[in-house]
C-alpha cells in the first residue's frame, strides 16, 4: 500500500519560484519512476516531469523546460519539483504520482502510473 502526499503549493507572483514536495508512506519509492501532473480548472490533466527511479535521469514537458527541475531522494521517500520564473499558465492542482511498473524508465502517460497524491494548489499571479 503506497499513499503519496504533496505539500510546499500557495500562491505566488509570476517570475517567483515554489517548491513542491512529495511525500511517500507505505513501500519505498526507490524501484519506481515518479511523477509530477497538474490540472487547472476546466482542463484534463497533464503530464509536467518524470524522473527515474534511480534518479539519473528526467524529462521534461515542453513548457516547462529550464523552468522546472524533479529530483528525489529516495533515502526519505520523497520527490521535489522545483519550480522557478513561474507563469500565471502554471495555475494548477499539482499531484505526484508513482510508476505502476517497478523500474520502468521514466514514463509520461497518465495510465503508466497507479498511486496518486490529492494534490496541491499552486496559484500564480500576473
Known amino acids: 500500500q503506497v499513499q503519496l502526499v504533496e505539500s510546499g503549493g500557495g500562491l505566488v507572483q509570476a517570475g517567483g519560484s515554489l517548491r513542491l514536495s512529495c511525500a511517500a508512506s507505505?513501500?519505498?519509492?526507490?524501484?519506481?519512476?515518479m511523477g509530477w501532473f497538474r490540472q487547472a480548472p476546466g482542463k484534463e490533466r497533464e503530464f509536467v516531469a518524470a524522473i527515474s527511479y534511480s534518479g539519473l535521469f528526467a524529462y521534461y514537458q515542453d513548457s516547462v523546460k529550464g523552468r522546472f527541475t524533479i529530483s528525489r531522494d529516495n533515502a526519505k521517500n520523497t520527490v521535489y519539483l522545483q519550480m522557478n520564473s513561474l507563469k500565471p499558465e502554471d495555475t494548477a492542482v499539482y499531484r505526484c504520482?508513482?510508476?505502476?511498473?517497478?523500474?520502468?524508465?521514466?514514463?509520461?502517460?497518465?495510465?503508466?502510473?497507479?498511486?496518486w497524491g490529492q494534490g496541491t494548489q499552486v496559484t500564480v499571479s500576473s
Open positions: 504520482a508513482r510508476a505502476r511498473t517497478a523500474a520502468s524508465g521514466i514514463p509520461a502517460a497518465i495510465l503508466e502510473y497507479e498511486y
Open positions: 507505505g513501500r519505498t519509492l526507490s524501484s519506481y519512476a
